[in-house]
């Protein structure tokens, strides 16, 4: 089964910084979108970060100003740089992609996720 895999995650005091990586499998191509998400203990997930193919990124209202999504394309490998975190920000963080494999159909792709703890 093809699937990112996240790193980066851990435990930080508020106000600090965490840099999460996600490699993307080679086998995986045509990619639209890259993107994170995240997911706190009893809420949905949700969209904290995205970058089209062209570059372009959006971001969650909550995070603007403080996390940055990046990718480099020639690792397959997409970033997320977290500045001035909060415990709200405490989550499972996970990578997704929406591209597809040779012969299958274009649909999205995810990490099994990387915690990420924000307290003093």
């Known amino acids: 089964q093809v699937q990112l895999v996240e790193s980066g995650g851990g435990l930080v005091q508020p106000g600090g910084s965490l840099r999460l990586s996600c490699a993307v499998p080679a086998s995986i191509f045509d990619i639209n979108v890259r993107a994170w998400f995240r997911q706190a203990p009893g809420k949905q997930r949700e969209l904290v970060a995205s970058?089209?193919?062209?570059?372009?990124?959006n971001y969650a209202d909550s995070v603007k100003g403080r996390f940055t999504i990046s990718r480099d394309n020639a690792k397959n490998t997409v970033f997320l740089q977290m500045n001035s975190l909060k415990p709200e920000d405490t989550a499972a963080y996970y990578c997704?992609?929406?591209?597809?494999?040779?012969?299958?159909?274009?649909?999205?792709?995810w990490g099994q996720g990387t915690q990420v703890t924000v307290s003093s």
């Open positions: 997704n992609v929406y591209g597809r494999v040779r012969l299958g159909p274009r649909r999205d792709y």
């Open positions: 970058i089209t193919s062209g570059g372009s990124p």
